[in-house]
């Protein structure tokens, strides 16, 4: 079984939620041998959105959840609002796709997945494309649209390298130095 | 005292303020305040928090400095921000116990809501700043620390306006967010011109003002 994990931080998306269970999607991800899909939706989400030229799909509501099975290609979607086991999710995950959020986009690469960023085009002034165009530049990520994703699933993962940890007392040091701590 | 003595006071001591204003900005745009004497004393903090991504990203510079150097630490957290609040309680708690616990929240109200219009919002960040004038008044403060979020310009400026008037020598410290690669952010753009450190997370930004600085990756 090879899991995507969909997250859109603390905010919503619901365009990206939506994008996932379009019918190219789902074609794509199970071309690519991805059966099971974690949705997080976050806040004001109401039901999921099924693309209507799904056919075969049975949906189950359990408490803040969904689960829905799509019958025809043999994928099981999950839908939650938020997940408690949030680094967890990632660590479970093949892939993740998330909004351009920075903690949501570092969480991810310290924990070595593969990463696609969707950037949400109807955000004014999103400063946050920034941080995403940058980090694919140095070839930490792929970053796209709700239009473009089943082209970017289709890139080569393997090409990407791993974002490297900071060092950890840089700052602190730095801090002692410009307040005369140190010399 | 005749009018005219107390007009030419007036601009007198007028001129001098401003001499003085340029004088500290002279002083900090040519990086003369940017490592201050030795001490050994422990630093007054002040801390801005400001909300999700900003918050993430401030703890994140904190994790490893030295409390004793830095205590008491004053956050100051907009009022109806309970994540950024619970984020910061539990930062403090996670440090080894025997470290030093001396630190406080400061609450001030949000100067805007996500979706509040335009004209409202003035007034609300107006009411802001009105609140964090007793609390840096209260504090003056050895250090400022920020990252960005906008709640942190009043708190800059009421320290460096304490600073032009010999009040206190409070150091500012601003970090411009892990987002910002290529433009800065309007919290940057007015601190560049009193925040005694300015630093950057990208090379790229780095290139395009002369005074910030890039330690390496922080995030």
């Not at chain 1, 939506?18 to 794509?28: E, P, S």
């Amino acid at each position: 079984m090879k899991t995507v994990f969909v997250t859109v931080g603390t905010t919503k998306f619901p365009k990206l939620v939506d994008t996932i269970t379009t019918l190219d999607v789902i074609k794509t991800l199970k071309n690519l041998g991805y059966d099971n899909v974690q949705i997080q939706t976050g806040k004001d989400f109401h039901k999921p959105n099924i693309d209507p030229l799904l056919k075969n799909v049975t949906v189950n509501l359990q408490e803040q959840s969904w689960a829905v099975k799509l019958l025809d290609f043999d994928v099981t979607i999950n839908y939650n609002t938020y997940f408690d086991n949030f680094e967890e999710q990632i660590r479970k995950a093949d892939l993740v796709i998330s909004h351009a959020g920075a903690g949501s986009c570092l969480d991810v690469l310290r924990l070595k997945k593969p990463l696609i960023v969707v950037t949400n085009e109807d955000l004014m002034d999103n400063h946050q494309t920034e941080l995403a165009e940058q980090l694919q530049k140095d070839k930490h990520l792929f970053f796209c649209n709700c239009n473009t994703l089943v082209d970017t699933l289709h890139k080569d993962f393997i090409n990407l390298v791993p974002h490297p940890q900071p060092d950890k007392n840089l700052f602190s040091n730095y801090l002692d130095k410009c307040c005369g701590f140190v010399q | 005292m005749d009018i005219q003595l107390q007009i030419e006071l007036t601009i007198l001591v007028i001129v001098v303020v401003i001499a003085r204003v340029l004088y500290l900005i002279h002083k900090i745009t040519t990086g003369y305040s940017k490592y201050a004497p030795k001490r050994s004393k422990p630093c007054k903090t002040i801390i801005c928090i400001g909300s999700g991504g900003h918050t993430t990203e401030m703890l994140q510079l904190l994790k490893n400095i030295n409390f004793n150097n830095y205590s008491p630490r004053h956050y100051v957290i907009a009022k109806t921000d309970t994540t950024s609040l619970n984020k910061v309680q539990t930062f403090e708690a996670s440090r080894n116990s025997k470290e030093n616990r001396d630190y406080f929240i400061n609450k001030i109200p949000r100067s805007r809501s996500v979706g509040q219009s335009y004209i409202t919002s003035i007034f609300t960040t107006i009411i802001s700043i009105l609140y964090s004038v007793p609390i840096v008044l209260r504090l003056r403060p050895d250090i400022v620390l920020c990252n960005g979020p906008g709640t942190c310009i009043p708190i800059c400026v009421l320290s460096f306006l304490l600073k032009c008037v010999f009040v206190c020598e409070s150091k500012i410290i601003f970090v411009e967010s892990f987002c910002r690669t290529q433009t800065f952010s309007l919290s940057g753009k007015i601190l560049v011109y009193i925040a005694d450190n300015f630093i950057v997370q990208w090379p790229s930004l780095r290139s395009k003002l002369k005074r910030a600085e890039y330690i390496g990756q922080l995030m």
